[in-house]
C-alpha cells in the first residue's frame, strides 16, 4: 500500500484477547521474525514492539524485520505495530553509523538545531520501519548539578526546553514519526536512578507548575503523540505510588487538568523502580484504574505475558476496566490510523 494510504481500524469485532494485548509494548531478542517476536504478535497480540541494541545489526537487516513484524500481524488479521525505539541522540540512541550520529539535546540550544535534528532522526526512522520515537526528553534539570538527566535534557530553564523540546515534536511528527515526551511529570531534579529503583520527590505541586509541567503543557498544545509516565515517587502528589501506577497523577493531573487526550504509557516496567516494590497484576490494575493505555516491558520474559494475562483478567472483572480498555485501544488504535499504514 502506499504510504498515504491510511486504513482504518475499528473496534468491532476485537476479542478479549486483542483488547488486553494492544496496551502491550515489548521487547524482544533477535534480529529477525523468529519464534519469540511470532508468540508477541500472533499470541499476545501486542499493540507493539520497542528496539533495543539486541535487534539491531544495519539497516537493511532493520528494514526487514520491522516489515516483517508488521506483515506478521497483517496476517494475524492485527493492527499495524507501534514499533518504537529510543533515538534521542547522545547519551541515549539505538542506532549506530552508519546512521546519522547526533550528540543529544544539551548540544541542542536553538530552533534550527532542534528541527535538524528531528528532520532527520524521522527521515533514518521511517525509513527503515519505525513509526515511533520515545523523545524528545522534556525533563528540566537546571539548577541541578548532580541530576540524573543532566546529560540527556536540553539546556536551559522550563522555557527553553519546551521551546526545544515543541520544535522536536512537530518536526518529528510532520515527518510521520510519533513522538512521545518523556518522564512526566519530570524527573529532572532526581539525583537516583529508577533503573536501580524508586526514587522520591517532595517537590512543592505549585513549584511544579512553574518548572517541570511547562514543557510537557508545550508538549501537549503541539499534539505529541504520547507521553512517557516516570517511575519516580512525587510524594506530595502521590505518596504511595509512582507516577506509572498513580491516579491523582496519570488521569487527575495529566488527563483532567492538562487535558492530554493522547497515548499515555509508562516507563520500562522492568526498571528495579517497579520490580523491586510491585508485582505485575498490581501494576497492571494501578495503571488500568490510572487511565494509562499502554505498558511497557521491554526485555523478554514472563513479564510480557503476565502483563497481557492481567488486563485479560480485567475485562472479566467490571464493567468499568472493560469501559477503560475499550478507551485505551480507541487511543490507540486513532494513533495507529493517522501515522501508520500497512507494510
Known amino acids: 500500500m502506499a504510504a498515504t494510504d491510511k486504513r482504518p481500524f475499528s473496534l468491532s469485532g476485537f476479542s478479549d484477547d486483542m483488547l488486553a494485548g494492544q496496551r502491550l ?39 526487514d524485520l520491522c516489515a516483517s513484524a ?26 549506530k553509523p552508519p546512521f546519522t550520529r547526533f550528540e543529544g539535546n544539551p548540544s541542542i540550544t536553538t530552533d534550527d538545531q532542534a528541527r535538524h535534528f528531528a528532520r532527520i532522526t524521522a527521515s533514518e526512522l521511517a525509513g527503515i520501519g519505525v513509526n515511533m520515537n520515545m523523545a524528545p526528553v522534556l525533563d528540566v534539570a537546571d539548577g541541578v548539578t548532580d541530576s540524573v538527566m543532566a546529560g540527556r535534557a536540553f539546556a536551559g ?12 515534536i512537530e518536526e518529528m511528527q510532520k515527518n510521520g514519526i510519533m513522538a ?20 522520591w520527590l517532595a517537590a512543592d505541586p ?21 507521553i512517557m509516565l516516570s517511575h519516580i515517587r512525587y510524594t506530595a502528589l502521590d505518596p504511595d505510588l509512582p507516577a506509572s501506577m498513580s491516579t491523582p497523577i496519570a488521569k487527575t493531573l495529566l488527563r483532567e487538568k492538562l487535558g492530554y487526550e493522547g497515548l499515555v504509557m509508562t516507563d520500562d516496567l522492568d526498571m528495579g523502580a517497579i520490580r523491586n516494590h510491585h508485582v505485575m497484576d498490581q501494576v497492571v490494575r494501578c495503571a488500568d484504574r490510572a487511565g494509562i493505555d499502554m505498558v511497557l516491558v521491554c526485555h523478554k520474559g514472563p513479564d510480557r505475558k503476565k502483563a497481557v494475562e492481567s488486563f485479560r483478567e480485567l475485562l472479566e472483572t467490571s464493567d468499568t476496566h472493560r469501559k477503560q480498555a475499550l478507551c485505551s485501544v480507541e487511543r490507540i488504535l486513532r494513533a495507529k490510523a493517522r501515522y501508520l499504514c500497512r507494510i
Open 157 to 168: 530553564g522550563p522555557r527553553e526546553v519546551a521551546r526545544l523540546g515543541g520544535v522536536v
Open 206 to 226: 505549585a513549584e511544579m507548575e512553574t518548572t517541570d509541567l511547562v514543557p510537557f503543557k508545550t508538549a501537549i498544545e503541539r499534539d505529541v503523540a504520547g
Open 70 to 95: 508488521q506483515a506478521h500481524a497483517a496476517a494475524c488479521r492485527l493492527p499495524p505495530l507501534f514499533v518504537a525505539i529510543d533515538q534521542e541522540g547522545g547519551q541515549v540512541a539505538r542506532l
Open 25 to 63: 509494548v515489548a521487547g524482544f531478542e533477535g534480529t529477525t521474525l523468529n519464534d519469540d517476536l511470532k508468540y508477541l504478535i500472533d499470541t499476545l497480540k501486542v499493540g507493539g514492539i520497542i528496539l533495543f541494541a539486541v535487534n539491531l545489526e544495519h539497516p537493511d537487516q532493520i528494514r
Open 180 to 199: 512521545v515526551g518523556k518522564h512526566f511529570p519530570g524527573i529532572g531534579r532526581t539525583t537516583a536512578d529508577s533503573h536501580i529503583d524508586q526514587p
